[in-house]
């Protein structure tokens, strides 16, 4: 089993940052990539950001320029930088990771005001 834990969430102004954090642990096996996605309510789930083995990522069109994923593959970890933050960012946003399998996170909560 694998288990992936959020941090960095929380509360900011429009134009502000935050870093979200995701450590992975137990049986991984060969991580093929790894992601953030969110959730706003009465929305369904979207991709954020992904970044793959090799390092190639992708990102949502709304958030290209402003975001930035990166991982640690030392410490199976993948975070996400969130520069010049707006309201419509807000949403629970859920680690994702697959080596073969698919996991998720319980979700950290961002909230931007305006």
């Known amino acids: 089993q694998v288990q992936l834990v959020e941090s960095g969430g929380g509360l900011v102004q429009a134009g502000g940052s935050l870093t979200l954090s995701c450590a992975a642990s137990?049986?991984?096996?060969?991580?093929?990539?790894m992601g953030w996605y969110r959730q706003a309510p009465g929305k369904q789930r979207e991709l954020v950001a992904a970044?793959?083995?090799?390092?190639?990522?992708n990102y949502a069109e709304s958030v290209k320029g402003r975001f930035t994923i990166s991982r640690d593959d030392a410490k199976n970890t993948v975070s996400l930088r969130m520069n010049s933050l707006k309201p419509e960012d807000t949403a629970v946003y859920y680690c994702?990771?697959?080596?073969?399998?698919?996991?998720w996170g319980q979700g950290t909560q961002v909230t931007v005001s305006s």
């Open positions: 970044i793959s083995i090799v390092g190639r990522t």
């Open positions: 137990g049986r991984i096996f060969s991580i093929t990539a």
């Open positions: 994702n990771l697959h080596d073969g399998y698919e996991y």
